[in-house]
């Protein structure tokens, strides 16, 4: 073969700027939270739902509103090659959840309490917690119109603080009130805006008439001022939207949870009626917010459904990972129970067949693999077995398989004695093997 007809070296592929492997052992940090937050979801009674990443693209522009950041800039959009359909990677999943809940009919017998873990797709710019495709996790409660639907989600938030050692996080809360309450602010805040239009930047004008709130939420300094004098939605609130927030806070208070009034917080999507909520952080830079959301009484309708009452918070699984390595780390990661060291080959079968026993009643184990020189030396099998993080060395030598025993040594606990343990006993020994959850 000729210099010229030898194959090229293939390109190295690299993983899409701001989409990033999680490899172990960061992956079990992640197993380890959501381990925890399923736990959590169980206790308050909340069940999984499982939609699809692409969703149409007019349920994102219907639902979270044409003006706003997401569906203007940070969208995936595609046409599909094969039939024009216009589809989106999923920016979020409160509208894909409630897409599914009017679809398949699922509050047909009541009110349904509803959790999701997966990816979603911003292109915006990569920094720390914040990624172009990230993870969350969330909670929605449909069919349920009381305050204390929008308590009990807060509760449980903070709960999954507590349970993780989280400190340092702030939880606000505002009303944004009910679409009559919001009109009469909407003016007053456009009156407030042309009145100072000479502070304003192209993009907070472009907004001015289109969406107003929006401009509560600019970064720019010059701005902040004017902002800062703006009306606030609070004075314009009816009576029974004050009594909604009131009956909120009341349990808040019932239940110990410190939190602050913010009359600017609006968040990022137009769904949201009555209370939003976030919960926020000085340890990760400028994207201080964990978890937010708030209660969307009007989106099932926007979406073709009935008119229906939720609630609901996500959360971002990177930015809370982020949070706790800045703290003290306090996920308990998934450990392996134990390491098999095999001097001889030939007694994999029966090694094999000893540890699918093991397995068959939980005990995690790994068994030493042969490599092409065959099995490694006792002394590199147990340097493996150190370094694979087990709580014990089973080690199926060949004498002890000739009396049908194993020895089990403790790997993590020098002061443990070694023990030879009967293969036929395997029942009564194997939960002594077991990490303590």
């Known amino acids: 073969m000729t210099e010229s007809n030898a194959p090229r070296k293939a390109e190295k592929l690299m993983a899409v700027k701001g989409m990033n492997d999680i490899l172990p052992p ?31 693209t007019a349920l994102f522009v219907r639902g979270l509103g ?43 017998n009541g009110g349904k309490r509803l959790y999701y873990f997966g990816p979603m797709f911003r292109h915006e710019r990569p920094q720390r917690g914040r990624y172009r495709q990230f993870h969350q996790v969330g909670a929605e409660a449909l069919g349920f119109g009381g305050p204390e639907l929008d308590a009990e989600l807060i509760l449980m938030a903070d709960a999954l603080w507590k349970e993780l050692g989280i400190g340092g996080v702030e939880l606000q809360i505002n009303s944004l009130g009910q679409p009559a309450e919001r009109n009469l602010h909407r003016a007053a805040l456009i009156a407030h805006f042309e009145a100072h239009a000479d502070v304003l930047d192209p993009e907070s004008r472009r907004r001015l008439h289109l969406n107003p709130l929006r401009l509560l939420d600019s970064k720019n300094p010059d701005m902040q001022a004017v902002i800062e004098s703006a009306p606030k939605l609070m004075d314009f609130l009816g009576e029974a939207s004050k009594a909604h927030l009131a009956a909120v ?84 990661l998934p450990q392996l129970d134990a390491y098999a060291v095999v001097p001889d080959a030939s007694a994999l079968p029966q090694v094999a067949a000893c540890l699918q026993r093991l397995r068959s009643v939980g005990v995690a184990v790994q068994m030493h693999a042969s490599g092409e020189a065959g099995m490694a030396s006792m002394k590199n099998q147990f340097k493996r077995a150190d370094a694979s993080g087990a709580r014990y060395a089973l080690v199926f030598g060949p004498d002890e398989l000739a009396q049908g025993c194993v020895t089990v040594k403790a790997l993590r606990d020098p002061t443990a004695a070694q023990r030879t343990l009967a293969l036929d006993l395997w029942p009564d020994w194997a939960g002594s093997l077991q990490s303590v959850p």
């Not at 992956?27 to 925890?36: I, M, V």
Request: charged letters at 25%.
């Open 26 to 56: 960061e992956s079990a940090r992640w197993e380890a939270l959501e381990e925890r937050v399923r736990a959590l979801m169980r206790r308050y009674a909340y069940e999984n739902i499982r939609t699809p990443i692409v969703e149409p």
């Open 249 to 332: 806070l009341a349990i808040l208070d019932a239940n110990q949870v410190p939190y602050s009034m913010n009359p600017r917080l609006v968040r990022g999507m137009d769904y949201y009626n009555l209370t939003v909520f976030e919960f926020v952080t000085t340890q990760l830079g400028s994207q201080g917010t964990i978890c937010g959301g708030g209660r969307y009484d009007y989106l099932v309708e926007q979406i073709g459904g009935k008119p229906t009452p939720a609630v609901g918070w996500a959360m971002g699984i990177e930015r809370v990972l982020e949070l706790l390595k800045a703290q003290e780390d306090r996920l308990t």
């Open 66 to 108: 044409e003006v706003t950041d997401i569906v203007e800039k940070e969208m995936y959009s595609f046409e599909d090659r094969l039939n024009g359909e216009q589809l989106t990677l999923r920016p979020e999943n409160t509208a894909g959840v409630v897409r599914a809940v009017v679809e398949h009919t699922l509050l047909y």
